[in-house]
């Protein structure tokens, strides 16, 4: 029973892969604009098979997974509502999503397919090449694998970015000038994931695109330019103050301003995304080449998201009550 008949709304955050620290942050981003006028916001943990619910900072529960909800004082209390910020697994690859469908408790991102589909870089870069979409060429090498560097190099050339193939994060990839750093490169990505990925290197500036439906029209937020400081946006370069200048709107010319919005308004419906996503290109000449779909996208207080959303004149508060309503509805 929820005394004060506001829907009791989950935040989720933790998760089991390297980024669990950042999904931590975005979590608390996330709780605070979470609007306790009309919803009652709780944390709730996860990491491995402990879940746990935070109020104020400090451990107040532990969840019964048998149907989502907790004990306080003796009074069970149900969630009504999930909002996922985990990045990586369980909440970016379908995994948790198919425990709320179980539940039958609306959540925050995509469904089951839509999530294991682009968490999976290979599956989901040949399912969009397959219908157009303009991206570098790539090679999957399962862990184990033996490491052939010469045909990988003659195949796609040099540079190159290693990456795991199913991580959620910027954790394992490396950007490889010579032949020498291959095989070290792809034995750092099999750290993170079974699978890695090595994809041909488009020398061009970053740029990255969020987007959400909203009562069934989709809002396509202003586009950022990413300029790292370092080689390239690594996890140091996301996480690190000062490491990346982030322009919000990026400095485009209108014509592919609009290219950009465009082709990620596209890739989120061949994907049939849901709830916030964040797309990512490299632009050389005049082409937007896709990176990926992140379906959990980065929520602390300096993401991406948060930048374009303010750009737009709106709030975190009034975009996520938006989320919430429309799912409750």
């Not at 048998?66 to 969630?79: H, M, R, T």
């Not at 010319?253 to 308004?265: D, R, V, W, Y």
């Not at 989120?268 to 959990?296: A, Q």
Request: aromatic residues 10%.
């Amino acid at each position: 029973m929820n005394k004060t008949n506001k829907p009791n709304i989950a935040v989720i955050a933790g998760g089991d892969s390297s980024e669990f620290v950042v999904s931590v942050k975005s979590g608390a981003n996330v709780l605070k604009a979470v609007d306790s006028a009309k919803f009652s916001p709780w944390l709730v943990q996860m990491q491995g098979k402990n879940w746990e619910v935070f109020k104020e900072g400090k451990k107040v529960a532990d969840i019964d997974k048998s149907d989502f909800s907790f004990l306080l004082n003796n009074e069970k209390i149900a969630f009504d509502f999930a909002y996922i910020t985990i990045h990586g697994t369980p909440g970016e690859d379908g995994i948790l999503q198919a425990y709320f469908e179980l539940m039958q408790i609306p959540y925050s991102t995509c469904n089951v397919h839509s999530s294991s589909l682009t968490f999976n870089k290979w599956i989901c870069n040949n399912y969009l090449r397959n219908l157009g979409v303009v991206m570098a060429n790539s090679i999957k090498l399962n862990k184990g694998t033996a490491i052939d560097v010469n045909t990988i190099v003659e195949k796609l050339g040099l540079p190159l970015f290693v990456k795991p193939n199913a991580g959620g994060s910027s954790f394992g990839v490396s950007k490889v000038k010579e032949l020498s750093q291959l095989e070290e490169a792809i034995e750092k990505a099999w750290i993170e994931s079974d699978e890695a990925l090595i994809e041909q290197f488009i020398d061009g500036k970053e740029f990255t695109c969020g987007i959400v439906r909203l009562q069934g029209e989709k809002v396509v937020f202003p586009i950022t330019e990413v300029l790292p400081k370092n080689e390239f946006f690594d996890f140091e370069a996301k996480y690190t103050p000062g490491a990346t200048e982030e322009i919000t709107p990026a400095r485009l010319p209108k014509h592919l301003f609009e290219k950009c919005q465009q082709l990620t308004s596209e890739i989120y419906d061949m994907c049939e995304c849901s709830g916030i996503v964040r797309i990512d290109f490299i632009l050389k000449n005049e082409t937007f080449y896709f990176l990926e779909v992140n379906t959990t996208p980065g929520m602390t207080a300096t993401s991406f998201i948060p930048q374009q959303i303010a750009a737009m004149g709106k709030t975190l508060q009034e975009i996520i009550t938006q989320i919430i309503e429309d799912k409750l509805n």
